[in-house]
Antibody, heavy 119, light 112 residues
């Protein structure tokens, strides 16, 4: 059984850096064809792509957020880490970790982690 | 980026009746491999989105056959043959042909 769990701070101050972790169980982040990413959802709003990293370390960032993002795979801890710098209240929302194996299946979503950016 | 436009915004439904949601993309979602890269997700109240349909018309594991996806090119549809109370929530279409992944604005389905 594959499970994924997001973790990170619930409250971050403006201009600070956010670090979110997506930890896998039952699936190695080195699995060929695996793509792991982050999607966020501001309160009451629609879904927004943030970033993806593939099993071969190909990284794809949201063009709107690219300058503030970093995504890495940590194979020793079997997790994916998203870092977002210079946070703004507009970054408030629920951040979901998603994954799919192979390029055609849909994405499986984690339960999400809620982040509030406020002083 | 590819823009996904859903309609309607709100869809009140009667249990046992059919329902349909439309999604249009700003460019064709047909890949050169012959597959069409559009998914449908349902976000039930208080939950994360769950996959219903991928590649336009393939039901995800465990999804009832009341749900079906259709369409091609830039126009897609999600249909529910007989709505049940458990089907309430926000439905999203998403394209995965190009990064960034982009989503429709969502259709909120509620019981009349």
């Amino acid at each position: 059984q594959i499970t994924l769990k997001e973790s990170g701070p619930t409250l971050v101050k403006p201009t600070e850096t956010l670090t979110l972790t997506c930890t896998f169980s039952g699936l190695s982040v080195s699995t060929s064809g695996l793509g792991v990413g982050w999607i966020r959802q501001p309160p009451g709003k629609a879904l927004e792509y943030v970033a993806l990293i593939y099993w071969d370390d190909d990284r794809r960032y949201s063009p709107a957020l690219r300058s503030r993002l970093s995504i890495i795979r940590d194979t020793s801890r079997n997790h994916v880490v998203l870092t977002m710098t210079n946070l703004d209240p507009a970054d408030t929302g629920t951040y979901y970790c998603v994954y799919r194996v192979g390029g055609r299946d849909g994405y499986t979503w984690g339960r999400g982690t809620r982040v509030t950016v406020s002083s | 980026e590819i823009v996904m436009t859903q309609s309607p915004l709100f869809l009140p439904v009667t249990p046992g009746e059919p329902a349909s949601i439309s999604c249009r993309s700003s460019q064709s979602l047909l890949h050169t491999d012959g597959y069409t890269y559009v998914d449908w997700y349902l976000q039930k109240p208080g939950q994360s989105p769950q996959l219903l349909i991928y590649l336009g018309s393939t039901r995800a594991s465990g999804v009832p056959d009341r749900f079906s996806g259709s369409g091609s090119g830039t126009d897609f549809k999600l249909e529910i043959t007989r709505v049940e109370a458990d089907d309430v929530g926000i439905y999203y279409c998403m394209q995965s042909l190009h990064i960034p992944l982009t989503f429709g604005g969502g259709t909120k389905v509620d019981i009349k």
